[in-house]
């Protein structure tokens, strides 16, 4: 392998000559050997809208020579179009506040702006990294902005992905709206429901879930851009703020606005803590929504037997025919995850010092993680599972007409004690409720059928 030299404050770096990136990169690569992965899509992406806006805005405020800041420009639209992707090499988790990746970043662009200019990678002296590329930034505002922007792109696939969810919770909903079933408090039998009316309990409570997600994503929708170092604004020209969240505004599709009080953009991170939480809350539901799943498929003999799931792959290598909610269970994984995850961020949003939380690759390696896995997963088990589910009427049929507890619903006209009565002789004849009562001549066929269906 050829190799030149750069040279940054530190003095000379050896970097692979047909690399892009430069001597901090070439140092963090030293450094941080920390997940084995490197920074997320969406991320890459974000960053170079950053500094594509930022030298639109120096180019308009006249603070970077023409010439230089179209080379700039240039750059950033070749990455933007797919290309040197692989020189964002520093790792997800790499140095606080994420300034191994702003110069990861800031060395690739510039690099290929001298190449376009004429000159060879390393000529420094022509178009720098920090005093071109990053002119008028810190990583202090570009990581937070551009965090807030990547996670704003994800979102743009979890939320239809969430609907899909929704969807196919409410078809069942309707689908299974006059089966009827044994409800369950504390695992025990209890007063009939429909298994509709429990799909259509799942569907609000995601609903409710993905409301949330979106209220919370709204507080990203504020960047800390112009803010640089600590907030102050310092080296920012005049009139450089308001038109690089702008351009960043337009190239994104995404509706970022300054924040107000840029002190707080950079030592907070509410907005984000708010989302992770929004992600967690939204596995819960999901989780339990799986858990039921497997309890009510459980069987087909032995367990509770309501419902069918569909057959995706052998449950088993040894037992033929046997079928696993294997997808329920993929998807129960994806949500300790996803908690995982957010205790991750809520200990890093906690963790910044005065004028800066310094945790932030952490913190959107994260949430980009735990969105990724719903934008790859939720689908799947939308389509493959929900859609394919079927009651087993007969057995939710039986499960009622057998089960003493459907006494309760006679207790109004016969009484608590008398219908306690009529469940411990149900549970040790095995005689039903139905018999029972007609034997005794407690109720006319007519009001019993009235009050049991």
Same mark, same amino acid.
């Given at each position: ?7 940054? &404050? ?15 990169? /070439? ?5 941080? $050997? ?9 991320? !890459? ?48 988790? @790499? ?24 000159? #060879? ?26 965090? $807030? ?20 919770? &409410?078809?069942? +909903? ?19 429901? =429909?298994?509709? &009316? ?7 409570? !995601? ?10 994503? #709204? ?14 604004? +310092? ?10 969240? =702008? ?55 032995? /367990? ?8 995706? $792959? +052998? ?60 934008? @790859? ?22 499960? *009622? ?27 040790? =004849? ?7 009562? *007609? ?8 009001? *019993?059928?009235?009050?049991? /269906?």
């Amino acid at each position: 392998m050829k190799f030149r030299i750069d040279r940054d &404050s530190l003095g000379n770096v050896k970097i692979p000559s047909d690399a892009y990136y430069g001597p901090f990169t /070439g140092r963090a690569l030293m450094q941080y $050997h920390v997940t084995g992965n490197r920074s997320h899509p969406n991320l !890459i992406n974000a960053f170079v809208m950053v500094k594509r806006s930022a030298a639109l805005a120096n180019l308009k405020v006249s603070a970077i020579d023409k010439k230089l800041g179209m080379a700039i420009i240039n750059a950033c639209d070749k990455i933007l179009a797919g290309k040197f992707l692989d020189q964002f090499v520093v790792d997800a988790i @790499n140095s606080g506040a994420g300034t191994a990746f702003n110069m990861n970043t800031n060395e690739v662009i510039a690099n290929i702006a001298l190449i376009g200019l004429g000159k #060879k990678k390393g000529q420094y002296e022509y178009l720098h990294p920090n005093d071109h590329v990053n002119m008028s930034q810190s990583s202090n505002d570009t990581f937070p902005t551009a965090m $807030h922007v990547a996670i704003l792109m994800n979102l743009k696939k979890t939320i239809p992905a969430i609907d899909g969810l929704i969807k196919s919770l &409410s078809r069942k +909903a309707k689908e299974f709206s006059n089966f009827k079933k044994i409800g369950r408090t504390h695992l025990m039998d209890a007063l009939p429901v =429909t298994l509709g &009316s429990e799909f259509g309990a799942y569907a609000t409570s !995601i609903t409710k879930a993905k409301n949330f997600l979106v209220g919370a994503s #709204k507080e990203l929708e504020y960047v800390a851009l112009g803010g640089t170092a600590v907030g102050t604004g +310092a080296n920012a020209p005049r009139g450089y703020r308001k038109f690089a969240i =702008t351009q960043l505004a337009n190239i994104s599709k995404l509706p970022v606005k300054p924040e107000k009080d840029m002190q707080y953009s950079l030592q907070s991170k509410f907005a984000v803590a708010t989302v992770s939480s929004a992600l967690r809350n939204l596995a819960l539901e999901i989780n339990k929504l799986a858990n039921d799943i497997r309890l009510m498929a459980s069987g087909p003999v032995a /367990g509770m037997s309501e419902i069918g799931i569909p057959a995706v $792959h +052998a449950g088993s290598s040894i037992m033929p025919g046997k079928v696993n909610p294997s997808l329920a269970e993929c998807m129960n994984m994806i949500c300790f995850n996803i908690l995982g995850n957010d205790t991750a961020v809520s200990y890093a949003a906690q963790s910044g010092q005065f004028e800066l939380n310094v945790m932030l690759p952490g913190m959107l390696k994260c949430i980009l993680e735990s969105t990724d896995m719903l934008n @790859n997963f939720l689908p799947i088990f939308s389509v493959n599972l929900i859609d394919g589910l079927t009651a087993n009427k007969e057995k939710l049929l039986k499960n *009622i007409e057998n089960n003493p507890v459907i006494v309760t619903l006679l207790a109004p006209k016969i009484g608590y004690l008398k219908s306690a009565e009529l469940f411990k002789e149900s549970l040790k =004849t095995g005689k039903t409720i139905r018999e029972l009562v *007609i034997s005794k001549k407690l109720l006319t066929v007519k009001e *019993i059928n009235s009050l049991l /269906g």
